[in-house]
């Protein structure tokens, strides 16, 4: 059975960094690719990093506004982390781990953490 925990969340001022991290057990060799996203309150739920493991090693993509300042890693099969730098207010919200199984058309998700960022 498949479980995504995430852990790292909190309260950190404008210009403060957090890193989460989501810990994937179960047949974790299931998922090449996994991710963040992330809603804030009253908002639709958005994408912002993926990682996906290759031949070459891992592929990161992130939506634009994230760029230059949040950083996806893979620590191991079991682990993938978001560190988050020069947050903004507006990033507050709840950060969902992400697994779609690449075998099977089905997305796992975490319980969610959440990141405040104060003005």
């Known amino acids: 059975q498949v479980g995504l925990v995430e852990s790292g969340g909190g309260v950190v001022e404008a210009g403060g960094s957090l890193r989460l991290s989501c810990a994937v057990s179960g047949n974790v060799f299931r998922f090449n690719t996994l991710g963040w996203y992330r809603q804030a309150p009253g908002k639709q739920r958005e994408w912002v990093a993926t990682?996906?493991?290759?031949?070459?090693?891992?592929?990161t993509n992130y939506v634009d506004s994230v760029k230059g300042r949040f950083t996806i890693s893979r620590e191991n099969t079991k682990m993938v982390t978001l560190q988050m730098n020069s947050l903004k207010p507006e990033e507050t919200g709840v950060y969902y781990c992400?697994?779609?199984?690449?075998?099977?058309?089905?997305?796992?998700w975490g319980q969610g953490t959440q990141v405040t960022v104060s003005s």
């Open positions: 992400h697994a779609p199984d690449r075998f099977l058309s089905i997305d796992y």
């Open positions: 990682i996906t493991e290759g031949i070459t090693g891992g592929t």
